[in-house]
């Protein structure tokens, strides 16, 4: 993981998508810009400038020089002149991983995790739970909150939403428009369960405020309500059959 093996990616990364964004702003027709960054995940490769900037570790390191990189990308886009009319999302694909040096992070109180259960691979919502941002001006009101239970493949459902587009039956099957919640139209349950599972094969159902895991290794199972027990500390399997 020692940065000293490369450099990161993340400046040409954004520059190629802040002249991506400059050039298409200037064309008539919609565009999508999908930028899925190498961070911040191992190797942690940060560039010099981003070194010890966190004071914490070269992890945190590299999630200060992601947010420097997506705000260059956001810059962009407002002097292009399209950002008025442009969904953003950022979003992650898993929980921190665990093995950037949790425990020293932990140890001068910094929880990657926040206040849930596990890390990247797990089951438990440190594992699932991960920030989806959404700025899109005139449509998504400012600093509004939606507590929906969504998954990141319901995106193609609600691309396809947003530009009218009827996708066909054998596309995106497990994929819901998320406009209803967005858009504030609609507080109805968008899912009506939503399966996850962890890296060792631990599949997980939410539904609602629950949350069920079954362990095929040793047929346990843990059942949470995530309402009152976000850190998944009391498992209800017992009392709730």
């Avoid at 910094?110 to 699932?128: I, N, T, V």
Wanted: aromatic content about 8%; some cysteine.
């Amino acid at each position: 993981w020692s940065s000293d093996v490369c450099s990161s990616d993340l400046p040409a990364l954004g520059d190629r998508a802040s002249a991506f964004i400059t050039d298409a702003a200037t064309r008539p027709e919609p565009f999508l810009l999908y930028l899925p960054l190498t961070s911040p995940h191992t190797p942690l490769a940060v560039n010099a400038e981003w070194k010890d900037k966190s004071r914490l570790n070269l992890y945190a390191d590299f999630v200060m020089e992601t947010d420097a990189v997506v705000g260059r990308v956001l810059a962009a886009l407002e002097k292009s002149g399209a950002a008025a009319n442009t969904l953003v999302i950022f979003t992650s694909d898993n929980g921190c991983a665990p093995y950037i040096d949790i425990a020293g992070l932990e140890a001068m109180g910094h929880f990657p995790s926040g206040p849930l259960r596990g890390y990247k691979a797990d089951a438990w919502e440190g594992g699932h739970r991960v920030p989806f941002i959404v700025r899109w001006p005139g449509q998504v009101k400012s600093g509004s909150v939606c507590d929906q239970l969504v998954q990141q493949s319901d995106l193609m459902a609600t691309f396809a939403a947003v530009l009218g587009t009827q996708l066909p039956d054998n596309a995106g099957e497990d994929s819901v428009s998320l406009l209803p919640a967005l858009l504030g139209t609609d507080r109805a349950p968008l899912h009506e369960a939503v399966v996850h599972h962890s890296i060792q094969g631990m599949f997980s159902l939410r539904q609602g405020p629950w949350k069920l895991i079954e362990n095929y290794d040793d047929d346990s199972i843990e059942l949470y309500h995530l309402e009152n027990d976000l850190n998944e500390s009391h498992n209800l399997a017992q009392s709730e059959p």
